[in-house]
């Protein structure tokens, strides 16, 4: 079994017990930048992976239930960092690292700021920044900063689901077990893996322990499905996705 996994803070919870085998297992682990997990899993060079909550939409892959990377208000991670006023502003640069992100910003624009934009690789009135590279940025900047996952839970009225544990085949109850496993291990050792990041990167333990424990959540109850399906139905109608995405869950 090979698997993929985002290397942001935001994802450690859902494998830190699996890599560092505090839970035991036989997988064979990689970690790339969301894009590139989704890449991967598409070409099915990898069999499971965490990936951008957009890319399932896009595939008749599986969703494992019952876990994602979500946020309940503010993500903190996730955000539009402004050069202008929003009403002023006319180019915006995506983030190449991500899809999710990068579907949602299109939504917005388009269906809650009702601005037209020209979307861009080079220097922009706002960018559009994920991960630890957003939580670095936020720290040095008097730029105005948009949370987008705030954004989204303004418009819609439900949580924002950035990733998901997807498959792309179906795969043995015992992987999907291990899943879950990692993730409770994972919500109740939030200090743990705040104090392993801070180690190996330059970065404040008190600041990513909030993170974890207030800008993300980890379950994928009901609210975030109906989320989930919203976004899509957006995504559909705005030509990100060439199909309307009907949700099915392994071992259902
Ligand atoms: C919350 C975040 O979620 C990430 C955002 C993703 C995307 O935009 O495609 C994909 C994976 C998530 O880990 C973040 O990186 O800040």
Redesign the pocket.
């Known amino acids: 079994m090979k698997v993929v996994l985002?290397d942001?803070l935001?994802?450690y919870p859902l494998y830190f017990a699996l890599v560092n085998k505090i839970i035991d297992n036989d997988i064979e682990f990689i970690r790339k930048m969301?894009?590139v997990?989704?890449k991967m899993l598409y070409e099915k060079q990898v069999d499971v992976g965490?990936?951008?909550?957009?890319?399932y939409a896009k595939s008749d892959h599986y969703i494992i239930p019952n876990v994602c990377?979500?946020?309940d208000y503010k993500?903190?991670?996730?955000?539009l960092f402004l050069k202008k006023p929003l009403n002023k502003v006319k180019t915006v640069k995506l983030?190449k690292?991500?899809?999710?992100?990068?579907?949602?910003t299109k939504i917005l624009f388009a269906y809650k700021y009702k601005i037209g934009v020209e979307y861009t690789e080079d220097k922009a009135d706002c960018e559009l920044v994920?991960?630890?590279n957003?939580?670095y940025r936020i720290e040095h900047t008097d730029e105005q900063v948009i949370d987008l996952?705030y954004e989204w839970m303004e418009f819609s009225g439900y949580p924002f689901v950035?990733?998901l544990w997807i498959a792309n085949k179906k795969i043995p109850t015992h992987y999907t077990d291990l899943f879950l496993k990692a993730k409770n291990w994972g919500i109740n050792h939030l200090e743990t893996i705040a104090e392993a990041f801070c180690d190996t990167h330059n970065y404040d333990y008190n600041k990513a322990y909030d993170y974890l424990k207030n800008?993300?959540s980890y379950d994928l109850g009901e609210n975030k499905i109906k989320s989930l399906e919203i976004f899509f139905e957006y995504a559909y109608k705005l030509n990100l996705t060439s199909k309307k995405s009907n949700l099915h869950f392994l071992n259902e």
């Open positions: 985002v942001f935001n994802a969301p894009s997990c989704a965490i990936a951008p909550s957009i890319e990377i979500s946020s993500v903190k991670s996730v955000a983030d690292n991500s899809n999710t992100s990068v579907a949602l994920i991960g630890d957003a939580l996952a950035f990733a800008n993300l």
